[in-house]
């Protein structure tokens, strides 16, 4: 039962920090691989390495990036000690360690998800994505993003992003919490049923 309900709590903490990132609609997926293909702009049309360049640091990506990572920290950690607390309460059992025991996996899960920020530096996002809009966007769509983010309203828009998403990022984690307690509340009891020790076979009668 407790392995259970550690398995339950921690799926619900490491699908958090998805949701954190959670910037923008998702695109429509693609059913087939054929559709996703011929979205792909021809090799003589995309965009240059140093338009790119340029709009991104229109767009601010390394500050906005930076920004986002620096939010997360502070609110994946509250976001776990909320839920674990939610969890304590509705299994006392998980609260039979000591609090020394507490205190020290606090500080093991710190240690850890102060490393997962780190795994995947700026410099290899920024090509990652750069990869993408190579893709799927033209020399021309690159060139009046350019010129959109040159305008006022452009730069307006670049510095209230870590405005707007200081704001949204809690909304997501919340509304996240709230839908995630059903979910790990079912898988838990599943889990449960599975766990739980088949019953001793009945004795046959005896035979006459």
């Known amino acids: ?21 959670a910037q923008a609609p998702a695109a429509q997926p693609t059913t087939a691989p054929a ?18 360049i340029k709009l991104f640091e229109l767009m601010h990506v390394r500050d ?35 609090e020394e025991k507490q205190q020290a996996v606090g500080i093991v899960m710190d240690k850890y998800m102060a490393r997962v920020f780190d ?21 021309s769509d690159v060139d009046g993003m350019i010129a959109f983010y040159s305008t006022p309203a452009g730069q307006h828009m670049v510095a209230m992003t870590p405005v707007i998403m200081q704001e949204y990022m809690p909304l ?10 059903p979910l790990t509340d079912e898988m838990s009891k599943e889990m449960e049923q599975i766990a739980k ?12």
Do not use: N, W
Not at 64 to 70: G, L
Not at 119 to 139: N, V
Not at 198 to 203: I, T, Y
């Open 119 to 139: 795994i995947y530096p700026f410099d290899e996002m920024i090509s990652d994505m750069a990869g993408i809009y190579q893709k799927h966007l033209s020399r």
């Open 64 to 98: 906005q990036m930076a920004s986002v990572t620096k939010m997360m920290p502070a609110l994946v950690q509250q976001q776990m000690k909320t839920q674990m607390q939610q969890m304590q309460k509705d299994h006392p059992e998980m609260g039979m360690m000591s």
């Open 172 to 181: 997501v984690m919340q509304r996240m919490q709230e839908r995630m307690k």
């Open 1 to 21: 039962m407790k392995k259970t309900v550690c398995m339950t709590a921690l799926l619900g903490i490491m699908m958090l920090p998805c949701a954190a990132f």
């Open 35 to 52: 559709a996703a293909a011929s979205t792909a702009v021809p090799a003589d049309q995309q965009p240059t390495k140093e338009q790119l």
């Open 197 to 208: 020790p088949a019953a001793p076979a009945a004795d046959k009668p005896a035979e006459k």
